[in-house]
């Protein structure tokens, strides 16, 4: 059993445009980011609370926008909403989603240590609360309305390595395999360790330049070979090792794992 973080609660009145009070019975928890970096949660919380709640035209048009629970840069959680009533964060979801926003940091919308650790806890915590199971039932708002309606949050749609760890360090924390001191922010920069040598466990190609074209292929590793890294692109849509050979390979840990030389 986890304990429940320290939340802040700043109930939303009742309202038409954030709080409609309809009920909601939670079967998923839905991420989401506010769409730029740097942004404080309490002024995200205020414009929801003070702006949006007494009725906001943008081009004319009412916003209807709300979310149960904001995550803030320093780590504060704030509640605007319960969990037992619907807010509108996660379109086609609201229906069955408790939707957290959480403020990111950076060109690419990563989370702060303090932000991650909350977020882990706070969706650890909801699942043991509402009986859902974390790597299931933990979604971001693109997997609920596809890519090409938004991003959000875009850090994790944009690497989706970085949302299993994030969905597997909830389910480690609910289930009591970690702590919450032990939870280790995944997206902050320079948190990819680079091996100095790797082997291949599956076959995979390697590639003349960083990146997954048919044009870059310049052979097959097979499983057993083992490889001196230089460098860790990270650029590209997922992560590549650079070789000494000067030829790049992926860094999924399903084709390549870190290689320890036994010493003599
Ligand atoms: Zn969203």
């Known amino acids: 059993m986890i304990n429940k973080p320290k939340i802040i609660e700043k109930w939303q009145k009742r309202n038409k445009y954030g709080r409609p009070g309809t009920p909601l019975t ?145 389910h480690n924390l609910k289930e009591g395999k970690i702590r919450v001191s032990d939870i280790t922010n995944c997206t902050a920069e320079g948190s990819v360790k680079i091996p100095k040598m790797i082997k291949v466990i599956q076959n995979v190609n390697y590639r003349t330049e960083p990146n997954f074209k048919a044009t870059s292929i310049a052979g097959e590793a097979t499983p057993g070979q083992i490889f001196t890294v230089v460098d860790l692109i990270t650029k590209s849509e997922a992560n590549m090792y650079k070789l000494k050979s000067g030829f790049y390979i992926t860094a999924s840990k399903k084709y390549v794992e870190e290689f320890i030389p036994k010493k003599f």
Request: hydrophobic share 35%; glycine share 4%.
């Open 26 to 170: 939670a079967k998923k928890i839905a991420i989401h980011y506010t769409g730029s970096p740097d942004v404080p949660g309490h002024k995200t919380l205020s414009y929801f609370n003070n702006v949006v709640a007494n009725g906001h035209k943008v081009n004319g048009k009412f916003v209807y926008a709300s979310a149960h629970y904001i995550i803030d840069l320093d780590g504060t959680i704030y509640q605007l909403i319960p969990t037992t009533e619907i807010c509108y964060a996660t379109n086609s979801a609201n229906s069955y989603a408790i939707a957290v926003e959480v403020a990111t940091t950076g060109a690419d919308n990563h989370y702060t240590d303090a932000t991650y650790k909350s977020m882990v806890w706070l969706c650890a915590w909801l699942c043991q609360y509402k009986k859902l199971d974390c790597q299931k039932d933990i979604i971001t708002h693109t997997d609920v309305v596809g890519k090409n309606y938004k991003l959000c949050p875009i850090y994790m749609v944009k690497n989706p390595d970085k949302m299993q760890q994030f969905k597997q360090d909830c």
